[in-house]
């Protein structure tokens, strides 16, 4: 397995709805929103500075890892009617065999938690990815996280007995 050609995030609209791809810049518009402890509660790690997030945009979005196995996409969500960002969602590529496996993750910020926007966020994201064929999805929640594990839920995904650094790995059936 080498190195391939991986599709190239785009504006993906929903209902409610902006999917932005990512840039090194939303670094400064997003470490604020992203500064809050209760966000990391179950997705681990905690709050980086501007420097530390534009250093993870810039590899990011470089769109593929340094040997070309996996592609690396990455959106902001926005609403469409503040332009408002409300969070992020990201799907990192790999081929399992010939089929490329997406393993997909979503956070949406505290203040707009609770509104059914990481659901919309994902369904859209997963749909831009079928049509670009790439049907195989792999999600990791937290065993607490009863939002996230209803997101899994609404992308057709099922849990399974597997945990991975605690979490437990959700796959299409």
Do not use: C, K
């Not at 594990?149 to 059936?173: C, F, H, Q, S």
């Amino acid at each position: 397995m080498g190195e391939r050609t991986w599709p190239v995030a785009e504006i993906i609209s929903t209902e409610r709805l902006l999917l932005e791809p990512l840039r090194v810049d939303h670094a400064e518009e997003l470490a604020p929103l992203l500064d809050d402890p209760a966000l990391h509660e179950y997705i681990g790690g905690g709050p980086a500075t501007p420097e530390q997030l534009r250093e993870r945009y810039r590899r990011q979005t470089a769109g593929r890892s340094p040997d070309g196995r996996e592609g690396w996409l990455n959106w902001v969500v926005r609403h469409r009617d503040t332009g408002d960002a409300v969070g992020t969602v990201q799907a990192t590529v790999r081929l399992d065999g010939d089929r490329p496996v997406t393993e997909l993750a979503w956070v949406v910020l505290v203040p707009h938690q609770g509104r059914g926007y990481a659901g919309e966020a994902a369904v859209g994201l997963v749909g831009w990815l079928a049509e670009h064929g790439i049907g195989a999805l792999v999600a990791h929640v937290h065993p607490d996280h009863r939002a996230s594990a209803r997101v899994a839920e609404r992308l057709g995904l099922r849990a399974t007995d597997e945990r991975i650094d605690g979490e437990v790995r959700w796959v299409a059936p």
